[in-house]
């Protein structure tokens, strides 16, 4: 079974699932884990990963368009190295302080894989979910996409500071906050934005049609990929924000948000298509 | 570096680590990681595994003397098989419900080993911690101890069944509620007796004089095991409550309390005592 047919069995057994984070009154809650095979390549640091992992996390609240409250999480390892543990909560803290939650601490767990687990919550009376988009709607991206790809790529030639640097990305709480009350659906493009407009398709029951020219391709990427545009739509876990958002709204929103807001195109009533032509489901599979 | 060590360096960097579950406003919010090698026997059905693991995060809620609220957990596994998957959900929504909890899903995570991250919140405005233990105070146990170690022998002895029943504890949400406002200090009973109480005499500053003959030892430890009190006292993993309470508040608890109530000691000025030997800081460790 693959992991889309396993979260369907999810969805049929616990009420609410389906979104980014669980919303429990006027508390939302996610969990997530990482891990070095996966999601740490070779020259990932403990304070990079510390800062990604609790920040996918708090990415998850800000999809939900709610405050971040608080993090917290689990560093297992194969032993306990004081630098590289030190260095896992300075970047669990740091993450959190850039968002304005904090890092209430976790725990500890012997694993024979660097494998860490964090969750996070926050709160909102008005929860954004994935099922609202309509038609004519404008569909935005938050920052820019692609990031994850270009850190690969430098993971993989040796420049493992700046791939360190473009694996920090910053979660997109305020932009949360500032879409909550306009966007009609909304999501973390954890997956890819192809995979993400899929998903948005699916449970709004709509369409997407997507303009090539104004994808915020990552500017990292553009010389070290063959097809930049392609890589950006596909390649995932850029932990940006995926909304649809009435036209009219869009000023507001961008006067609010704190990192550019791209309008890359528009809700249709069905299919999902880049430049007129189909935009298969293809991207991250965790 | 051990798990202890590591420990303090995580309380050096994160404000309020140190009990069973960080405390935001009147959230209490904890997670935990646990896995096949160290965590889940061979003959664990992932149905108890399930129901385990999102119970130990609802231990350290009840721990706290807090309602619980809800839980999440991500289910890393190497292939997601849905008879699998959907009895862990099972038991995690099952373990939930008995503590008045909602289990609102989480994530999935392909990974070598069955690896599980559960996290739980709960509400409480007057958290128990760990550290206002008094000289005079009853020390407190709930349930019965040793149930886990009777498990282990039973995995082992190849009564797989039994042993997945005694795996299953009930989470002391009950019980914890009915000591808050009474306690003095708390923890869940998860590194042993014997280790809780070095830890509770360590941030209450005070020692405690246990009586062998009142601890509660599961019945189904008696006759597997060498010396019953003693595994009782040193195993762990039972996931029962430790507490020290006023003696004069010792009956109105038991009366509040869904389970038994054992005064097992009482607090002291200095040393952790058994029948009046020294009770060394021995148990499970992580």
Same mark, same amino acid.
């Given at each position: !079974? ?15 699932? =389906?979104?980014? +984070? ?10 997530? !884990? ?29 999809? !939900? ?23 896992? *909560? ?19 767990? =012997? ?40 850190? !690969? ?22 932009? =949360? ?55 950006? *739509? ?20 961008? +006067? ?14 069905? =299919? ?15």
């Amino acid at each position: !079974m693959n992991e889309r047919a396993a979260l369907d069995v999810v969805g049929g057994l616990v009420a609410g699932a =389906g979104d980014d +984070a669980a919303v429990v009154d006027d508390t939302v809650f996610t969990i997530d !884990m990482l891990h070095e095979t996966t999601d740490f390549p070779a020259g990932t640091t403990r304070y990079t990963a510390g800062w990604r992992s609790v920040g996918a996390s708090l990415s998850d609240v800000a999809a !939900m368009g709610a405050d971040a409250t608080a993090a917290v999480g689990v560093y297992g390892a194969p032993d306990f190295d004081e630098d590289g543990l030190r260095a896992y *909560v300075e970047g669990a803290l740091d993450v959190c302080e850039a968002v304005g939650a904090e890092y209430v601490g976790g725990d500890l767990d =012997g694993h024979d894989e660097f494998t860490v687990a964090t969750a996070a919550i926050g709160r909102t009376d008005d929860p954004v979910r994935r099922d609202g988009a309509s038609p004519g709607d404008a569909l935005v991206v938050t920052g820019t996409l692609g990031r994850t790809a270009a850190a !690969m790529e430098r993971f993989d030639s040796g420049d493992v500071e700046r791939a360190n640097e473009l694996f920090r990305f910053e979660p997109r709480v305020r932009a =949360g906050r500032a879409l909550a009350g306009h966007a009609t659906a909304m999501m973390d493009s954890s997956d890819g934005l192809a995979r993400s407009l899929h998903q948005l398709a699916e449970a709004s029951d709509c369409g997407f049609a997507v303009d090539g020219d104004s994808v915020p391709v990552a500017e990292e990427l553009r010389d070290v990929v063959e097809d930049p545009l392609d890589t950006a *739509v596909t390649y995932g876990e850029d932990f940006e924000l995926v909304a649809t958002v009435p036209e009219s709204a869009v000023g507001v929103v961008r +006067a609010e948000s704190d990192v550019p807001l791209s309008i890359v195109g528009e809700v249709t009533a069905s =299919g999902v298509t880049l430049d007129g032509e189909p935009l298969a489901d293809r991207g991250w599979t965790h």
